[in-house]
């Protein structure tokens, strides 16, 4: 599925989008935001996380991971970006992040490859601040469940 974003409004508009559709899950759900720097990874994770309540959601990139937990969402925000090691991943238990009824965004997977989970979801984001392309693809029996939700 490829889409055009032209502007941050149409992020906004995706990014909860997606998160209206994953507040029924009752399995673990992995997201992989994918893209050059400054292409909206966070952007987008941001307004997904907002759309669960959370007013201040900052970038897990010095931190590698922030949690966020109500009762509407368990999320776990990811940035791989700074790791030396896939293993470092293993120190802090990524796996044990893998609960049901949780979700994880993960930014930058290719660079945790062989210690975090497959994708459910993979957005990978392209462009500038002019225009952007989202292409998304579901990679599961849940993705495809969740993109019969997102397209509707």
Not at 98 to 107: G, M, P, V, Y
Not at 120 to 147: P, T, V
Request: net charge neutral; charged share 30%; glycine share 6%.
């Amino acid at each position: 599925m490829d889409l055009k974003l032209k502007n941050l409004d149409e992020t906004k508009e995706l990014a909860e989008t997606f998160a209206k559709c994953c507040t029924q899950i009752e399995s673990s759900c992995v997201i992989y935001l994918i893209g050059d720097l400054g292409v909206g990874k966070t952007t987008f994770a941001q307004f997904f996380i907002r759309y669960f309540g959370f007013d201040k959601v900052k970038s897990p990139t010095y931190t590698l991971v922030e949690t966020y937990q109500n009762d509407r969402a368990h999320i776990h925000h990811f940035d791989c970006y700074r790791l030396t090691d896939p293993e470092e991943l293993e120190y802090i238990g990524i796996r044990d992040y893998l609960k049901s009824n949780s979700l994880q965004l993960i930014e930058w997977p290719e660079l945790g490859k062989g210690s975090i989970a497959k994708a459910d979801i993979s957005i990978k984001l392209i462009g500038n601040a002019e225009s952007r392309e989202a292409k998304i693809s579901f990679e599961s029996k849940l993705g495809r469940s969740i993109k019969k939700c997102v397209i509707g």
